[in-house]
């Protein structure tokens, strides 16, 4: 089943059925004991708006309130030979070899709702960038005991020059207005996806393919909830949070986004994220 939040209502997608959830909110669900349950419960309680007919229209919100969004780095050994030939004049290379291998994962604050935003909206590049990519991952929702329940598709906007100038720029290059995309839904599968799920992206420019690439989850180094544990340990997240769990699509070194780029991330089970260059 998928969640959609709009500017309207929140509506629950469910075997082709669509059901406006009046009194739905984020908080409840990720500080649910079990929240696949508690959507089917709503669903149980709600009319019916539109069989088949998609209510969707106009802007869709990212699915989130009160939820922060962490980001998972160097999870995939593409992201490492990207992250070690971007510092490797500023001899950071090293960190990302170590990284990779390391038993603790790399996690990093990414975005709370202010700084996110949803299918079809505009990220941004910082100004003060020269080197800028998007990096499509699997997000995972995870309630409030550390357990993943649902999916969206992350972009994880990134600053290459800045976080190429030295590791410990990270935040800056990470962090900024519109530097995070979630969405198009949130979707709360009967069972985890497969290693064989796939994760693509495509960026157009003008008219004409600018990039395009794949990868699948089988390609990630670490488990999924092995990143949740380290994320969850001695640091509660009473109303859940959502964890982006790093990117295995990385552009030619020569390729930088531009303002009007178009950006696609697709993940069957989820759907697509389409976001905009600012
Ligand atoms: O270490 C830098 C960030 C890595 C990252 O965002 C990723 O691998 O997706
Ligand atoms: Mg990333």
Redesign the pocket.
Known sequence: MKIYRTLDSTFLNLEDNWYRLESFSFDNLFSSDAPRDRLFDLARREYIISPQESPLRGTILPPIESQEIW??????FK?REA?MEESESAKGGDF?DK?YYAERP?L?FKANAPRVVGHKDQVAIRRDSSWNVP?A?LTLAINHHGEIFGYAIGN?M?SRSI?GEN?LY?PQ??VYERSCSIGPCLCVPASPPPPSTIISLCISRDGTVAFSGETTLSQMKRELVELVEYLFRQNPFPNGAYL?T??GIIPESDFTLRSGDEISMTIDFIGTLENTVG
Do not use: N
Not at 71 to 76: E, L, P, W
């Open positions: 980001g998972a780095g160097v999870t995939y992201s992250r990302y990284v790399e990093f990096e991952e994880d990134s976080e590791p990270l290059a990470k982006m790093g990117t």
